[in-house]
């Protein structure tokens, strides 16, 4: 009795020995080094144009951060975005199959139930010598015993055969020295249960990926979701543009028709010729032919917006606006914080902690698989007798697997997986590295443009006020209308100049937004346990979790996921 109490203890404190051991390195976040200040934004520059220091009670972007732009047919167009957009719509579809896989996942830490009830009627051939025949059901049957009688040459003298042997996963029935063209019927209702041990971690590290991908799914909608707003709103923009170039050249001609009449006037009273009538006429055409032109681009940004809101073409139409080139002050707060507001960046850490659990799953397959199983049921070569007691079969046992030759698979598999996890890293750095890049990039647009665009009002100004000169000059007869042509074009030339300025810095101030995550931070990412729920449709503007929560990004592994201290293979 004291032996067997020892060997029981025994076996159970290795049975929890084995359950605690998960080869799975402890994942630990890739450091990334961020830099203390943007080189746009020195220490003593309190703010430049087209974005403001972020303050502690308004460090980040809003979530509609296209409001900031005080347009209001903008803010009704950025609304549809999310609704109508079949981009973001198949991002969300992505999410809820990585979701299922999770659920897949976790069904191996339940035993699986199967049934397979039949019925078989069998008859031996008349013209066979002691025929014999067995029937089973499942996956294992084993041959009945022998009948008891005597069995003659030709098998007449024989009587049915007992009840063969159960099957490990079914059951069977085995009929020796059958008589000659005899029928027999065979019942069987089994059913059979089993289960893998988890000792390895195989299938909580497999599910513990399946989390962090559908985590980075969800990073990736808002990502689509944030790219399309952009998108939109530098389409809108150009769109404006187009609209401004378009009142630029409407002024344009009604002062060319001006100086056309007059050179007309001058040349009906023989003080001009008609080439200059020419070159007046000239000029008209050609500022309508530009006038003309501009239709093309503007309808190619308005189908590219109904595009973008889930509208046909054809149907979809924006009026003529005015374009307000302002942009706003823009809150950019310190560079650490973003890698916590780039929802690219937040899908890509994910990606490397679910190949971190890919690693654990490969190690897995060293060890042996231990499986439990049984299998009972009813069995019966009569109807009648089917559901009673004596009718009853069972068998149940233990299963040790384990691979003692693979020609190096395995091995392969850990380096295979090393290697994702470490291609993963290297993707998350350089994401890194070009965020910080992008937003560099777009302060300095912002501050360079907003110079320029002041210089190019006062290029403007020269130029009208050389083109007044010059009108002067040609109307007291003292220069050629050559003159006048050459100013106007200077000064057509300068206004739309000053118009792709002005929609060069309102496209960056976009793509600022889009550089610093727009209104996303990781606390929008789902939690665990809300990717371990049913599946179903994932909002990623939706509230934020409870400040009780952390931030999926900074803990490296779920609570229920998290890997025990073991030392990890090779290490």
């Keep these: 009795m004291m032996m067997k109490r020892v060997t029981v203890a025994a076996a159970g404190a290795l049975l ?137 040459t030709t098998g007449t003298t024989g009587t049915t055969g007992t009840t063969g042997t159960t099957g490990t996963t079914g059951t069977s029935t085995g009929v020796v020295g059958t008589t000659n063209g005899s029928v027999i019927n065979n019942y ?53 543009a187009q609209d401004a170039l378009r009142q630029v050249l409407q002024d344009t001609l009604a002062n060319y028709q001006q100086n056309l009449n007059l050179t007309t006037v001058l040349f009906k009273t023989g003080i001009d010729s008609e080439q200059d009538v020419a070159q007046a006429q000239t000029q008209i055409d050609t500022a309508t032919a530009q006038l003309t032109d501009l239709g093309v681009a503007r309808a190619q940004y308005e189908h590219a917006i109904a595009t973008l809101i889930g509208k046909p073409a054809s149907t979809f139409e924006i009026g003529l606006g005015g374009f307000n080139p302002n942009p706003p002050g823009i809150p950019v707060a310190v560079p650490s914080t973003l890698l916590e507001r780039r929802p690219d960046i937040a899908a890509l850490e994910r990606q490397v902690a679910a190949d971190n659990a890919q690693i654990g799953v490969a190690r897995a397959a060293y060890y042996p698989n231990l499986t439990l199983s049984a299998t009972g049921g009813l069995q019966s070569s009569s109807f009648t007798n089917w559901f009673t007691w004596p009718s009853r079969f069972w068998s149940l046992g233990p299963t040790l697997s384990e691979t003692l030759l693979d020609g190096g698979a395995r091995r392969a598999g850990v380096q295979q997986a090393q290697a994702n996890y470490d291609s993963a890293v290297a993707n998350y750095r350089e994401t890194v590295l070009t965020s910080f890049q992008a937003v560099e990039d777009e302060l300095a647009a912002e501050r360079i443009l907003s110079q320029e665009v002041v210089q190019q009002q006062t290029a403007i100004n020269s130029s009208q006020h050389y083109l007044d000169l010059a009108t002067i000059r040609y109307r007291t007869g003292v220069d050629s ?91």
């Excluded at 779920?558 to 293979?569: C, W």
Aim: hydrophobic share 40%; aromatic share 8%; charged share 15%.
């Design 16 to 152: 929890l020995i084995m359950g605690g051991c998960d080869p799975a390195p402890k994942y630990v976040k890739p450091p990334a080094t961020a830099p203390s200040a943007y080189k746009e934004m020195p220490a003593e520059f309190k703010e430049g144009a087209g974005w403001k220091l972020a303050q502690p009670s308004d460090d980040k972007i809003p979530a509609k951060w296209w409001e900031l732009y005080n347009d209001p047919q903008l803010n009704a167009l950025e609304e549809q975005v999310q609704i109508s957009n079949q981009s973001i719509a198949a991002a969300e579809a992505n999410y809820r199959a990585a979701q299922a896989l999770v659920a897949s996942a976790r069904s191996g830490l339940y035993p699986t139930l199967s049934s397979s009830p039949s019925y078989t009627n069998l008859r031996s051939s008349s013209t066979s010598r002691g025929a014999s025949v067995s029937t089973g059901a499942g996956s294992t049957t084993t041959s009945g015993t022998t009948g008891t009688g005597t069995t003659g």
């Design 481 to 571: 209308y050559l003159n006048v042509i050459t100013a106007q074009n200077t000064v057509l030339t300068n206004k739309e100049s000053l118009v792709q300025i002005q929609l060069r810095q309102m496209t960056a101030s976009v793509q600022l937004v889009l550089a610093l995550g727009g209104g996303w931070d990781v606390s929008k990412l789902p939690q665990q346990k809300d990717v371990l729920a049913r599946p179903a449709p994932w909002v990623p503007n939706g509230p934020k979790v409870s400040a009780v929560s952390a931030p999926v990004v900074n803990a490296p592994n779920p609570p229920a996921l998290a890997p025990s201290p073991v030392k990890p293979l090779g290490q």
């Design 188 to 240: 069987s209702l089994p059913f059979s249960v089993s289960y893998t041990v988890d000792f390895w971690h195989r299938i909580r590290n497999t599910i513990a990926a399946d989390v962090y991908n559908a985590q980075a799914s969800a990073a990736d909608i808002a990502t689509a979701l944030l790219s399309t707003q952009t998108t939109l709103a530098s389409d809108y923009f150009e769109l404006r």
